[in-house]
């Protein structure tokens, strides 16, 4: 399963997106669990110091904010499109 990843986490994860094992449908939660598994320098970019996720992160499956669907309760199939976007910053 490709999760395509933005900005900062492209230099934890090495690329542009990474590679989770395929099998078969995954909630969100269980997507991250593993992101964290594989990167573990990504904790400190999509929690806070008190361990509650970061809210300006953007998790989209097929276009669609996570956060509209089932948070992070939202199955994920295989084949879909899974991008994390973290929060973005700059200009003057």
């Known amino acids: 399963m490709e999760i395509k990843v933005y900005a900062t986490l492209r230099d934890i994860v090495g690329g542009k997106s990474a590679v989770l094992k395929d099998d078969g449908a995954k909630t969100m939660r269980r997507i991250l669990t593993e992101l964290l598994e594989q990167y573990p320098a990504m904790r400190e970019k999509l929690f806070l110091n008190g361990g509650e996720m970061h809210s300006a992160f953007h998790f989209l499956i097929n276009g669609r904010d996570a956060r ?18 973290p929060p973005v910053g700059g200009g003057a």
């Not at 509209?68 to 976007?85: A, S």
Request: proline letters at 6%; aromatic letters at 12%.
């Open 68 to 85: 509209y669907l089932d948070g992070l309760d939202t199955v994920v199939e295989p084949g879909d499109d899974v991008r994390i976007f």
